[in-house]
């Protein structure tokens, strides 16, 4: 089932006043603009032309798709509340209108939600539209509308999001710098001025912005350590997050020695484990120097801050470029719906939270009690959403039990694809880090410093990964063109998937924390561009 999101405002210059109204369908999966309408409506009041959007909105997302779900968001907490039940219809002239909207689709296939005036701007702007076009005796005129051009986009909270507003960013930042030299300023991405003013007086209650998203349990992007990092304790940290499939969903810290040998990460651990990591791994000269910095003053240590912003800035930049840029002119402005990836971690196993080396060429275990409780609830958060089209799973037997779970409560078939199966970790398998760590000191440090480095007994390096996942990749785009897919998979897998799509360097599979049963989202478009949309969200968990 499609799902469309419509918005939907309208204003009176006068409240009874020259009055018009604004809507606009996207879609859930991709956040594509698929359908705009205004019209001026003559003398109304400000609540008569909301609902006359409201109601413009649900029949162009009807003529799009009579059978889809459909997601409205409107500043207007009266409309909202009364469409929703809770509160009662009292004014006569917005009964019918009320009732016309509750006509269109069946009652359980749409659901309501109130945002901020800032969250409504394209049905604003279009409501202004028309309001000016009958100030002038005319119609709004679809053609000569700007109110797409004019609003910034809004990030969408869930998976897949709206894939082409940050490709349009780095778009945007590109075309307005030249090429860079070390230690120029970063291009700026700020959104566009916002442009006239909001259609609807509205309430104060209704101004207030909505409270910011809590941080999960189990992010790990808290501030850096200030004093100089245990090259161990962040080793053992890199390890358990890229490889020995870490994850408690809940993201509950490991206490003392066993948090830094098992890998899990503890609070206020993030900064001293990517210090560390810098250290070990060759090539993170930015990371290196950072750690280097951090621990004295004096005229050296300032160079060494000045090269790392230099450094950064133009690394960043170069990123930018490698994903962003087509490899012949650019792209035309309409490229159509992506391919997005919705990349799910499988749920727990057994070795899941002792933080063991679990890779494609071990005992390939199945998912535990807790493991299939998690699907579960991935389940029932996707079903809600309605976007995904189609299962894909690696074949190891925890995602393919993962995928079946998900899949029933879809009502959709898993297809198999072996590019997708975790590193294989050779000798390694079973072990935790610090076992390893025993065993095979060197071949460690070696696999630490080197993406082409193997564990030992001949297993899969992380270059190797990289050219499997970028080769099954490319086969997935082009069979699910313009899809919405559920990708069942593992950590490095993920992991690579969005350093791939940010451009990043290797080691960047270092600085990711990936929990079991997690959804991150890419998407990717025609011209070669990709968007990563979602990374390690596990509010369905909780």
Known sequence: MREFIVEADGGSRGNPGPAGYGAVVSDAATGETLAEAAEYIGVATNNVAEYRGLVAGLRAAHELDPDAAVHVRMDSKLVVEQMTGRWKIKHPAMKPLAAEAARVFPPERVTYEWIPRERN????????????????????????????????????????????????????????????????????????????????????????????????????????????????????????????????????????????????????????????????????????????????????????????????????????????????????????????????????????????????????????????????????????????????????????????????RLGLEVAVEDGLRETDFGAWEGLTFGEVRERHPDDLNAWLSSPDAEPTGGGESFAATADRIAATRDKLTAAYAGRTVLLVTHVTPIKTFVRLALGAPPEALFRMELSAASLSAVAYYADGNASVRLFNETSHLR
């Open 121 to 408: 701007k394209h049905a604003d702007r279009l409501a202004n539209e028309a309001m000016d076009a009958g100030k002038r005796g005319e119609q709004w005129s679809a053609s000569a509308s700007r109110a797409a051009l004019d609003t910034p986009r809004p990030e969408p909270a869930g998976p897949p999001a709206d894939a082409a507003a940050g490709a349009a960013r780095v778009r945007a930042a590109l075309a307005s710098t030249s090429t860079p030299t070390p230690g120029s300023p970063r291009p700026s991405t700020a959104p566009p001025a916002t442009g006239p003013a909001d259609a609807t007086p509205t309430s104060g209650a209704e101004l207030a912005t909505a409270p910011d998203s809590p941080r999960p349990a189990d992010d790990t992007t808290g501030a850096p350590a200030t004093g100089p990092a245990d090259a161990d304790a962040g080793a053992a940290r890199v390890s358990g997050e890229t490889a020995a499939e870490p994850g408690d969903a809940t993201g509950a810290p490991a206490a003392g020695a066993d948090a830094a040998e098992a890998g899990a990460p503890g609070a206020g651990a993030a900064g001293a484990g990517a210090a560390s990591t810098s250290a070990e791994v060759p090539g993170a000269e930015v990371g290196r120097a950072s750690t280097r910095a951090s621990g004295a003053g004096g005229e050296g240590d300032e160079r060494a801050v000045r090269s790392v912003t230099a450094a950064a800035a133009d690394a960043d930049v170069r990123a930018a470029r490698t994903v962003a840029t087509p490899g012949v002119g650019w792209a035309p402005p309409d490229m159509g719906a992506p391919a997005t990836f919705v990349l799910l971690r499988h749920g727990e196993t057994p070795l899941t939270p002792q933080k063991r080396f679990s890779g494609s060429g071990g005992s390939d275990p199945s998912l535990s009690d807790i493991g299939r409780e998690q699907a579960a609830r991935v389940a029932e958060f996707l079903a809600r959403r309605g976007t995904v089209q189609a299962v894909v799973a690696s074949p190891l037997a925890r995602t393919r039990e993962t995928a079946r779970i998900v899949a029933a």
